[in-house]
């Protein structure tokens, strides 16, 4: 084996020491035979509630609604026409976000449900959307439980896994660490149940093509909701910047057995979630106009603080909301990137004035920031010098 199969060192990886933690959980683990693991959900929630009291954000992307429904419907064993599918999962989806609810809720936390299909992670507007929902959630203290909507996606509409779904989600939050539970507990240099040579690989600093080919080819009998989508997952979260870790989850109490060293293959982040997401603004993303600051305006961004409608004097360009626009000073010079909060009609009307008159204006409470501090990547560093001289304009409330 190679030395860039090794672990990087020898301490052990703790969830603990993650803000934000993601979590998939396959269908296996939970539902057996149509019926709910209550025992396997209540040792998990306890695992998360433990999370939660160190201080993580938690967000658990969860399978198992089509064959929880199933067993509800008394649908027999198996594959299923894409309407009896469609069926099960509608009532999956409300037995299981149910079982969530208890469980959580017997723990001291909130569970809130948050059903996606493609279109949700692909199309910008539908993901700044599920980004702020997901967001908001978690900044009320909840736990969103996330799964695939499967009451109306099609063959041509869904992930047609939850590894890469789970991945999707962990970097549309930017979690610091995305862990999925399955049925096995890591990467192997070749399936262990055909290979008794076969080694263990603790960690994986890069995604290599011989790291894909243990996972096996596309198109193979592993190349569905196998280990080929669990390393197109990691391939997925570690490029923006989450660590990603594959454990089995046959145990109870499987994150506690994570945290306490247990077995698992850590995927290595190339960036942390911020400098991922910074540097995607900054170089991977087409402006599609332009804001000029006032000096005010200028000098709070440069300090690290978001940009108000109050410091915006001038617009140009057509966009729409999440778009990139370029942030300008009077004399034209770049300041940097962002992503702009409103589309272009909108954020003509509201430049110039306080965020308290946004309702007022639009009809409706928007966002207090044109572009949020998170969604901008500046030329110039905080602690370097200020673009603009000007001492004389006001600073006008920018956050």
Known sequence: MSETLQPADGETRRLSRSRRIAV?????????????????????????AMLSRAGAELIVI???????????????????????????????QVAL???????????GLTAGQILLTLGDTEE?????????????????????????????????IRYG??????????????????????????????????????VFLPEVPAITPEIEAM??????????????????????????????????GTRMNPLAAIEEGGRATWFSARATPASARKAWIGGHLEPRGALELDAGAIRAVVSGRSLL????????????????????????????????AYDHPEATMIMGRNSREIETILGYAGRAEMVHRDDLVLRYQPAGPCPIDETTEEERGHA
């Open 161 to 198: 896994d939850n590894d890469r779904l789970a991945a999707r989600v962990a970097t549309m939050c930017s979690a610091d660490c995305l862990v999925l539970l399955s049925d096995v507990d890591g990467l192997y240099t070749a399936p262990p149940a055909q290979d008794p040579n076969a």
């Open 62 to 92: 969860s399978s198992g609604a089509i064959a929880l429904g199933r067993g509800v419907l008394g649908l027999p064993a198996g594959p299923l026409r894409l309407e009896q599918a469609q069926a099960a999962a509608s009532v999956g």
């Open 215 to 248: 996972a096996g080819a596309a198109g193979s009998e592993l190349s569905r909701g196998g280990m080929r989508t669990k390393i197109d997952a990691a391939r997925i979260a570690t490029s923006a910047g989450t660590t990603m870790a594959i454990a089995s």
């Open 124 to 156: 910008r507007r539908r993901y700044l959307n599920a980004r702020e929902t997901i967001a908001t959630l978690l900044k009320l203290g909840a736990v969103p439980i996330v799964n695939e909507n499967d009451t109306v996606a099609t063959s041509e």
């Open 309 to 340: 409608p109050a410091g915006v004097r001038r617009i140009e360009g057509t966009f729409t909301r999440g778009d990139a626009v370029r942030i300008v000073a009077p004399d034209g010079r770049d300041i940097g990137r962002g992503i702009v």
């Open 97 to 107: 976000a149910q079982a969530y609810a208890e469980a959580l809720g017997s723990r």
């Open 24 to 48: 998939k959980i396959g269908s296996s683990l939970l539902v057996a035979d149509g019926q709910l693991k209550r025992a396997w959900l209540a040792a998990l929630c306890d695992d998360l």
